[in-house]
């Protein structure tokens, strides 16, 4: 395993499930390839708990960065259906991190959790001399509640309808256009409009009014390979098809010029902020309303059926092997 980004199944079945240390009981959903969320049984409750990487990215603002990196990483339990309620962060900064850059970087950060009623429950901050650019640190996300309002991340089941908000490369979009807006050639309105994209990077609101419109079956966010990889999650972790029309998927402004312009196929980019739900058909009017009055883009893209696999518009199509935005930010980055 060369590759950068997430590895892969064969990897994560090779070399991480089979080593999870203790078994215990009250481990309800463990560490699963393509799962957002691990999940305990306590009590009556259950907790649901995500860990990911926190980066900032300076040419973004700090204030930017900081409000971008709380919502990748409360997004993860969000998926669950419950509420996400407190937050660790540890956070290993470049030497150059002035007090100033932080405090407006943790500003943010602490404005979107008071706004979402999120806690700070503990964490870790220090200036480590190797530390670099933009990965800095990590963050895990808690949410409790009851086990009756849990979206389980394996919950789709043949018959349910497969909703997609936003669309392909939501996240990727915002972020080149707004690290390399110079070296897009694309007109200077349409740049700026790809750069808003970076403010759709946000779940947890969504998440909330869905589960609570109608049955969920299942949700996810699609990160890295983009929507085509978070197909293929949805329906792994399940054991379903999934039958796709991309006509019915929204797309945001920007997102296909931006693509065009860079010769990257936007639905194997990241796409942070774009969910994927399976909902009973008796509920998917209600929910699709429910996103809608939150002003979220959302389609009704397709049906979950007995089999496996992902096919879209009628091929089948694989698994990615990486993300579309990769070779392109490095390609961007040396120029």
Wanted: net charge negative; aromatic share 6%.
């Amino acid at each position: 395993m060369d590759e950068t980004g997430k590895v892969d199944r064969e990897f994560f079945e090779g070399q991480i499930a089979s080593r999870l240390g203790a078994p215990r009981d009250d481990i309800a959903i463990g560490p699963t390839y393509g799962v957002d969320f691990g999940l305990l049984d306590i009590d009556d409750s259950v907790l649901a708990v995500a860990t990911d990487p926190i980066s900032i990215l300076p040419e973004l603002g700090f204030e930017r960065a900081g409000r971008f990196g709380i919502r990748i990483v409360l997004s993860d339990v969000a998926v669950s259906g419950l509420t996400p309620s407190h937050v660790a962060v540890s956070l290993s900064l470049p030497p150059e991190t002035t007090d100033e850059q932080f405090a407006r970087f943790w500003s943010a950060i602490d404005e979107e959790c008071r706004d979402l009623g999120v806690g700070v429950l503990t964490g870790h901050t220090a200036r480590y001399d190797e530390s670099r650019y933009p990965w800095v640190g990590n963050g895990t996300a808690f949410a409790v509640g009851d086990a009756d309002d849990l979206v389980r991340p394996d919950g789709a089941r043949p018959g349910d309808d497969l909703l997609i908000t936003k669309g392909p490369a939501v996240e990727t979009t915002g972020l080149l256009a707004s690290l390399f807006p110079e070296q897009i050639d694309l007109p200077a309105e349409t740049v700026t409009t790809a750069q808003e994209r970076l403010d759709d990077v946000e779940t947890v609101r969504d998440c909330a009014a869905a589960s609570e419109a109608g049955r969920v079956t299942a949700m996810h966010d699609a990160t890295e390979g983009g929507l085509v990889g978070a197909l293929h999650e949805v329906a792994g972790s399940a054991g379903v098809h999934l039958d796709v029309q991309t006509d019915a998927v929204p797309m945001l402004p920007g997102v296909k010029a931006v693509s065009n312009a860079l010769s990257m196929d936007p639905w194997r980019a990241s796409t942070a902020g774009t969910l994927l739900l399976t909902v009973d058909p008796e509920d998917t009017d209600a929910v699709v309303s429910a996103l809608e009055d939150r002003g979220t883009p959302v389609g009704v893209a397709g049906r979950v059926e007995d089999g496996s696999g992902v096919v879209v518009d009628g091929e089948a199509v694989d698994a990615p092997s990486g993300d579309a935005s990769w070779p392109v930010y490095e390609r961007l980055l040396g120029e």
